[in-house]
């Protein structure tokens, strides 16, 4: 079973937590301090770690710091109330593999989970294709094809497709894509993702072909099978 550990000094936020990530079919180990946090961290061999800035006795700076410069690769899905764009960016620096601010949803809160879980599992055996009914991404060449059809894609069109390709079936999140495609970890609020899904719909999901990527209302967008 995957094993999660997470470290957090606020009863209620972990009870959420955990709540959450164990209904996915996780096991979620708590631990409220970031002394503890750390040993375990590094001798627990866990799958992936949710770790909170703020903690008492040592805090998740200095944890994702001191686990990056030993060397354990886990990954490390940062929760905070810091919200500034400089916070976030010194925790990705410091070595977390994502940042989530407080409030948060705990659906989204696992979806990250399941992304960087992903991810790493794709890191141990990274594939050269990747598909979605019939649609292929060559992760070598960059070339995309539909039925047989070869697709055009601007570089940012191909980043965005990779990213829901490799979660198809998942739903994205806005600030999921920023981050992922466009490196902005805030919202700018602007159309920027809408004009770029527009663009790939016109090409993936041409007149004749089965629509693959979806619109969540309120959630995000997913690429998936037809149903």
Not at 52 to 61: A, V
Not at 126 to 148: G, K, N
Request: hydrophobic content about 40%.
């Amino acid at each position: 079973m995957t094993r999660i550990l997470t470290i957090e000094d606020d009863a209620v936020t972990a009870r959420e937590i955990v709540a959450e990530l164990s209904s996915h079919g996780l096991d979620v180990d708590w631990v409220d301090n970031g002394r503890e946090g750390l040993d375990r961290a590094v001798s627990g061999n866990y799958d992936l770690i949710t770790l909170d800035r703020m903690l008492p006795e040592l805090d998740g700076l200095a944890i994702v710091t001191t686990l990056r410069t030993m060397g354990v690769s886990t990954p490390i899905l940062m929760i905070s109330a810091l919200s500034d764009v400089d916070e976030r960016v010194r925790g990705l620096r410091a070595g977390g593999d994502d940042y989530l601010t407080k409030p948060f949803a705990t659906d989204e809160m696992a979806a990250r989970v399941e992304v960087l879980l992903r991810r790493q599992s794709s890191a141990d055996t990274p594939p050269t294709t990747l598909q979605v009914a019939d649609l292929e991404l060559d992760l070598i060449s960059h070339e995309a094809r539909r039925a047989e059809q070869v697709l055009t894609l601007l570089p940012t069109e191909y980043k965005l497709l990779e990213f829901l390709m490799r979660n198809s079936g998942q739903i994205l999140s806005r600030m999921m894509i920023f981050e992922e495609v466009w490196g902005y970890h805030f919202d700018p609020g602007t159309n920027l993702i809408d004009v770029h899904i527009g663009r790939l719909r016109k090409k993936i999901d041409a007149v004749g072909n089965v629509p693959l990527i979806r619109t969540v209302r309120g959630s995000g967008y997913v690429i998936a099978e037809p149903v």
